[in-house]
T-cell receptor, first 114, second 114 residues
Framework: AQSVTQPDIHITVSEGASLELRCNYS??????LFWYVQSPGQGLQLLLKYFSGDTLVQGIKGFEAEFKRSQSSFNLRKPSVHWSDAAEYFC????????????FGSGTRLLVRP | DGGITQSPKYLFRKEGQNVTLSCEQN?????MYWYRQDPGQGLRLIYYSQIVNDFQKGDIAEGYSVSREKKESFPLTVTSAQKNPTAFYLCASLSPSSYNSPLHFGNGTRLTVT
């Protein structure tokens, strides 16, 4: 069965520091992978997605993620965090069938120290 | 601007009452989804619909019902059979032109049942 694991419930970084949020997935075929961001009380906004090709994908707001098939990982990175990046981040894997369902991880809440 | 509208933003009900959450989209998307979000559990799929007059159960459909009479609308009814209905509910849609299409989310409805 498909599953997504985000092992870090909370992460705190200082403004200007680099960031890496971890995501591991379980899927029987080549997955479609997504990172979404959610501000408090809001819906989710797509940061980036991977479905094929270059394993390093660029997204909005300066984020990037690297797909590593051997590690079943799709970690999100940002070289320099801004206070406005404080939010909850969700990794998701897409079903490669007619359902188009997404399976989400439990999320990582990012706190940014001034 | 195209988007997904969920209303109301906050909803309060007494235990034992059914309640219907509205979701409308003007993106001309075929597929629509309802997710439930609880702290620390990420998003869990309740129901989804890929075309008008058709819908499928997701992972946690018990105690919920939906209808899809129009392409633009996918209301969710939380029935009195749902044991723990207090949660944040998110509606999403996509145009499944390809498997890597991202979900578009509404801003959610927070339901509190007392």
């Amino acid at each position: 069965a498909q599953s997504v694991t985000q092992p870090d419930i909370h992460i705190t970084v200082s403004e200007g520091a680099s960031l890496e949020l971890r995501c591991n997935y379980s899927y029987g075929a080549t997955p479609y992978l997504f990172w979404y961001v959610q501000s408090p009380g809001q819906g989710l906004q797509l940061l980036l997605k991977y479905f094929s090709g270059d394993t390093l994908v660029q997204g909005i707001k300066g984020f990037e993620a690297e797909f590593k098939r051997s590690q079943s990982s799709f970690n999100l990175r940002k070289p320099s965090v801004h206070w406005s990046d404080a939010a909850e981040y969700f990794c998701a894997v897409g079903a490669v069938d007619s359902s188009y369902k997404l399976i989400f991880g439990s999320g990582t809440r990012l706190l940014v120290r001034p | 601007d195209g988007g997904i509208t969920q209303s109301p933003k906050y909803l309060f009900r007494k235990e034992g009452q059914n309640v219907t959450l509205s979701c409308e989209q003007n993106l001309n998307h075929d597929a629509m989804y309802w997710y439930r979000q609880d702290p620390g559990q990420g998003l869990r799929l309740i129901y989804y619909s890929q075309i008008v007059n058709d819908f499928q159960k997701g992972d946690i459909a018990e105690g919920y019902s939906v209808s899809r009479e129009k392409k633009e609308s996918f209301p969710l009814t939380v029935t009195s059979a749902q044991k723990n209905p207090t949660a944040f509910y998110l509606c999403a849609s996509l145009s499944p032109s390809s498997y890597n299409s991202p979900l578009h989310f509404g801003n959610g409805t927070r339901l509190t049942v007392t």
